[in-house]
């Protein structure tokens, strides 16, 4: 059975950082396209950040970009998300996501999705 389990998030003060992990098992993790995805009140989920199989590539969207690093650990079975220099529009539930196909920039192929983990970034 596939679990992937997003741990990390919580309230931060504008300006703080926080780092995401995803714990995940029951699929060959080394082989999926891991990403990051969030989504805020009343608006469509997004994705902010994913790496490939091994690593090597990594997209980020543009609102992150600088202040961002996804990586992953294959022997753990596990992706991280650290987001520098919070800002209050990063407020969101964020959710970890797993691809069998495609690449970091269009992820595809079998799908799955953690549960997500609420960021809420206020003073």
């Known amino acids: 059975q596939v679990h992937l389990v997003e741990s990390g998030g919580g309230l931060v003060q504008p300006g703080g950082t926080l780092r995401l992990s995803c714990a995940a098992s029951?699929?060959?993790?080394?082989?999926?396209?891991m990403s990051w995805y969030r989504q805020a009140p009343g608006k469509e989920r997004e994705l902010v950040a994913a790496?490939?199989?091994?690593?090597?590539?990594?997209n980020y969207t543009d609102s992150v970009k600088g202040r961002s690093t996804i990586s992953r650990d294959n022997p753990k079975n596990t992706v991280y998300l650290q987001i520098n220099s919070l800002k209050p529009e990063d407020t969101a539930v964020y959710y970890c996501k797993a691809n069998g196909g495609g690449s970091v920039v269009a992820p595809s192929g079998s799908t799955y999705w953690g549960q997500g983990t609420q960021v809420t970034v206020s003073s």
């Open positions: 029951g699929f060959t993790f080394s082989s999926y396209v």
């Open positions: 790496i490939s199989r091994i690593g090597g590539a990594t």
